[in-house]
């Protein structure tokens, strides 16, 4: 039973005698020194994997064969290999995707083809991926496959640090951030001033003014944001309209960070519009960040943020990327506007179900003319849509607003990791996610990603004590 990317191809096909080889081609690096009997080996190199799969489809007429081949093919061609599986070998699976040329004519004469998959990675994998935790900052694996495999390491981090390692027997390390010297004072360069987890309105003031709308309705809230109870009744000439809030961040920010994680839902051609609001002393608008769906007949969710008041400076206004399935429909993830110095940076992500950031978009302007640095002291929250049309599900579920601290060169060293922060190190793919996040710039640059080598393996962790740590892996077979 031939199972491709979760497709049991019994229910599609009549299926023959499966080809796969014992194992893939091995090409042996030989150089041959003149004078001397034989060659010099150089180890071997192993050559892509090959699984032949004769097929058949049987169909009354023509077209009945011709439909039923379309259909299946559409699922059967994937850009990157997906688990292939068969029911003599239930405990490994390989990473294959379709390949080569089907005579189409010969198809639908005979109903018969073979399917050629390749493995560009051509082990096999253990069908359960493993799990094993540290104790007492160390971890002994023994892999008894016939193959090095490649693990991902998961950090929750219960005491703040500048640096956080991973070490094994060879003395090679994964390293974030770097350990400070007897000298060096730590301290935090994101510092969080300002936190509200949007369960409560109490605190928050109805604002005068939105841009290219009205304020209107009402804005309640529970245990997953706010949200816009309504909107009013339809205002003269139409626009945009929908309640509004603002409050006091405490502090008069120069160079800042503000986090705020968002949902707009927009699957059935509805309309709504989120924004935030950085305001002065004075309430005037210093910057803007939001995510809207403003389309008739479409469903279609665009970002954008611009600096200054209605008539300021557009840094962007986003679409997703072409080709991209989902882009930023039924929106749920995160807006992110910052200032350090004269440079701003904007990044939107979407959160996957397990709270990993997806469909990244960074945007950043250097503010050359200095003409939108007035401090920040308050932040105003909108939630808005248009007259006679039904609107997105919105809320605004989490905001965050860090101070950003510069170290004083020698004398202080930055915090890498704090109490609460998650951290996954992909040693496959160099990969680091910080909290959801894509944050290889956080890597030291001596990292070396070592893989879990056949036999026994020994890990430790440094500085002691700061992170309950696991590890995930999958033995890997000729």
């Not at 509200?196 to 529970?222: F, K, L, P």
């Amino acid at each position: 039973m031939p199972t491709f990317n979760g497709i049991d191809l019994r229910k599609w096909f009549v299926v023959g005698e499966k080809v796969r080889p014992l194992a893939p081609p091995i090409q042996n690096r030989l150089i041959e020194v003149p004078g001397r009997d034989g060659s010099y080996s150089f180890g071997h190199k192993l050559g892509v994997r090959e699984i032949s799969i004769p097929v058949g489809i049987f169909a009354k007429t023509r077209e009945e064969k011709l439909k039923k081949a379309r259909e299946v093919i559409g699922f059967l061609v994937t850009k990157e290999p997906k688990p292939l599986w068969f029911r003599d070998e239930p405990n490994v699976f390989y990473k294959a995707k379709l390949s080569g040329e089907t005579n189409l004519e010969e198809f639908m004469r005979t109903g018969q083809t073979t399917l050629l998959f390749i493995c560009p990675d051509p082990y096999r994998y253990d069908a359960i991926e493993k799990t094993e935790f540290f104790v007492n900052d160390q971890l002994f694996i023994t892999n008894d496959g016939t193959a090095n495999t490649k693990p991902i390491f998961r950090a929750a981090i219960k005491q703040a640090s500048t640096y956080f390692s991973i070490k094994n027997q060879h003395d090679k390390t994964i390293r974030i951030g770097a350990p400070a010297t007897v000298e060096q004072t730590e301290m935090v360069r994101e510092e969080l001033v300002f936190q509200d987890n949007m369960n409560s309105t109490a605190s928050w003031q109805t604002a005068d003014r939105a841009d290219n709308g009205y304020v209107a309705g009402n804005m309640a809230a529970d245990s997953n944001g706010f949200y816009p109870e309504s909107f009013g009744d339809p205002i003269e000439p139409h626009r945009w309209q929908g309640p509004s809030l603002k409050r006091a961040i405490g502090y008069s920010l120069q160079d800042f960070q503000a986090d705020i994680k968002v949902e707009n839902l927009n699957v059935d051609f509805e309309v709504g519009m989120i924004e935030i609001y950085l305001l002065d002393a004075n309430n005037n608008t210093v910057a803007k960040i939001g995510i809207e769906d403003v389309w008739r007949g479409t469903e279609q969710m665009i970002a954008k943020s611009q600096l200054g008041g209605t008539n300021g400076k557009w840094v962007f206004q986003e679409f997703p990327s072409i080709g991209n399935e989902t882009g930023w429909n039924n929106f749920n993830g995160l807006l992110r506007i910052s200032r350090v110095g004269r440079q701003w940076e904007m990044y939107v992500a979407r959160f996957s179900p397990s709270g990993i950031h997806l469909t990244r978009r960074y945007f950043s302007f250097n503010d050359v003319a200095g003409s939108y640095m007035v401090p920040i002291t308050q932040i105003q929250v909108a939630t808005r849509s248009f007259p006679l049309r039904v609107p997105t599900e919105m809320r605004v579920k989490e905001i965050k607003i860090f101070r950003i601290n510069q170290p004083q060169p020698v004398q202080e060293i930055p915090l890498a990791v704090q109490p609460g922060d998650v951290i996954e190190i992909n040693t496959e793919t160099s990969n680091l996610l910080l909290n959801g996040e894509s944050r290889v710039d956080l890597y030291e640059l001596s990292t070396d990603f070592f893989e879990i080598e056949q036999g026994i393996n020994s890990y430790e962790l440094y500085p002691k004590g700061i992170a309950d740590v696991e590890v995930r892996y999958r033995r890997k077979w000729l």
